[in-house]
């Protein structure tokens, strides 16, 4: 099952603008995590947000995480071609104590030249 | 430091026929998972092993896949007989540990993707 949903499916931009992805959840969470999908390729591990977080930054990343709301946001902030990508969040739920991961459908993002 | 290494890269095969996927895991790390990802979509996990051991297995179709972990190293994962809607990217991770001790940061290797035909 799919807790994550990320909004939008889909986003395009130009380059230097400044890309915003939404994350919902649905259970209390240990921490969320975001990563990128190049197409073709494996997942990379961006950043993780703990649940007593927050916001956390990581040089052009900047995610924030809402609890009450169940609700992550990922900004890239100054845009560039090579931020094309999928990317997903996934939670760590509450529930668990195996460290398991659940991905949400992930957002698809264009950043045109 | 070396990635996850999965093998083979691409693989095409006719429905009910069988396959295998490999994976190696970064050294030391005691967690592995092994992923489907359908296109357009989110990893699903399949299992997750600690060391040896399996830890969750909740989503694998039991009754065609199959997986080991020997030596609680290298894993591989197989599919006998394969069906038309197994045809996806095999993703395999490893984390240092998992559970509330760690961060559970993944890391992935290429993936393996799987066309039936």
């Known amino acids: 099952s799919q807790q994550g949903e990320e909004d939008p499916q889909a986003l395009s931009i130009q380059e230097g603008e400044n890309a915003t992805m939404n994350c919902s959840y649905k259970t209390s969470i240990n921490n969320l995590q975001w990563y990128r999908q190049n197409s073709g390729r494996g997942l990379v591990h961006l950043i993780l947000?703990?649940?007593?977080?927050r916001e956390k930054h990581s040089g052009r990343l900047r995610v924030t995480l809402d609890t009450s709301k169940k609700s992550s946001s990922l900004l890239i902030t100054a845009s560039r071609a090579a931020d094309t990508a999928s990317y997903f969040c996934a939670t760590d739920a509450r529930s668990s104590n195996t460290g398991k991961l659940i991905f949400g459908q992930g957002t698809t993002l264009q950043v045109k030249p | 430091e070396a990635g996850v290494a999965q093998s083979p890269r691409y693989k095409i095969i006719e429905k009910r026929q069988s396959v295998a996927f490999w994976c190696n895991p970064i050294s030391g790390h005691a967690t592995l998972y092994w992923y489907q990802q359908i296109l357009g979509q989110g990893p699903k996990l399949l299992i997750q092993?600690?060391?040896?051991?399996?830890?969750?297995d909740s989503q694998l179709p039991k009754d065609r896949f199959s997986a080991e972990r020997l030596k609680g190293v290298d894993s591989t994962l197989k599919i006998q007989p394969a069906k038309l809607e197994d045809s996806a990217v095999y993703l395999c991770a490893s984390s240092p540990g998992a559970g509330q001790v760690y961060d559970n940061e993944q890391f992935f290797g290429p993936g393996t993707r799987l066309t039936v035909l």
């Open positions: 092993f600690q060391n040896n051991g399996v830890v969750d």
């Open positions: 947000i703990r649940s007593n977080e």
